[in-house]
Each structure stands twice: as structure tokens, then as C-alpha cells.
């Protein structure tokens, strides 16, 4: 079982930044895959970025280049730094894992990008 508490959504103006923590209840060596989606209303959850075990990333081609995965294995976390935040990055991120043959999901942290 993984449990994952995601952090650090908020409010912030376009052009700015957030960070979001994923903190896992396990070693996530032992995750084949973490990563983040993002949803509203009326629209099909979407791959935002992912990092497997072995540190190989994925990021969808809206954030290329804006937004970064990372991991910190001592503390079981995943952290998504979004940077040059757009309006259309408006959505609920949810933290995702992969392990074996079972997926996890957290309960999702706001991301809202307004002036």
C-alpha cells in the first residue's frame, strides 16, 4: 500500500511559481513510477510529468520546459517546481504512483493561476 499526500497548491499571479510536494508513506525505490495529472471539471485527467525509479522523465509538451520533476529519496517525495505558471495551468494536480501491478492516487491539491 502507498499512501501520498500532495502539497503546495495555492493561488498565484501568471508568470509565477509554485512547488508541489508528493510525500509517499514508503521508500519510493521501491515505486516504479511517481508522477503528476492534472483535471477540471468537463475534461479527462492529463499527464502532467512523471519520474520512474530510475530517474527517467516525462513531461507533457504544455509544460516542457516550465515545469521540473524531481525526487528526494531520504524523504520519500516528489516535488513538481512550475515555473511561468499560465491561466490555463488552472487545475486540480493529483500525485500518482505506480507499483507492480497496482496504481495510487492522492486527493489532489488546487492550482489556481490568476491575476
Known amino acids: 500500500q502507498v499512501q501520498l499526500v500532495e502539497s503546495g497548491g495555492g493561488l498565484v499571479q501568471p508568470g509565477g511559481s509554485l512547488r508541489l510536494s508528493c510525500a509517499a508513506s514508503?521508500?519510493?525505490?521501491?515505486?516504479?513510477?511517481m508522477g503528476w495529472y492534472r483535471q477540471v471539471p468537463g475534461k479527462q485527467r492529463e499527464l502532467v510529468a512523471t519520474?520512474?525509479?530510475?530517474?527517467?522523465?516525462n513531461y507533457a509538451d504544455s509544460v516542457k520546459g516550465r515545469f521540473t520533476i524531481s525526487r528526494d529519496n531520504a524523504k520519500n517525495t516528489v516535488y513538481l517546481q512550475m515555473n511561468t505558471l499560465k491561466p490555463e495551468d488552472t487545475d486540480v494536480y493529483y500525485c500518482?504512483?505506480?507499483?507492480?501491478?497496482?496504481?495510487?492516487w492522492g486527493q489532489g491539491t488546487q492550482v489556481t493561476v490568476s491575476s
Open positions: 500518482n504512483a505506480i507499483r507492480g501491478a497496482l496504481n495510487y
Open positions: 514508503r521508500s519510493i525505490f521501491s515505486i516504479y513510477r
Open positions: 519520474i520512474t525509479s530510475g530517474g527517467s522523465t
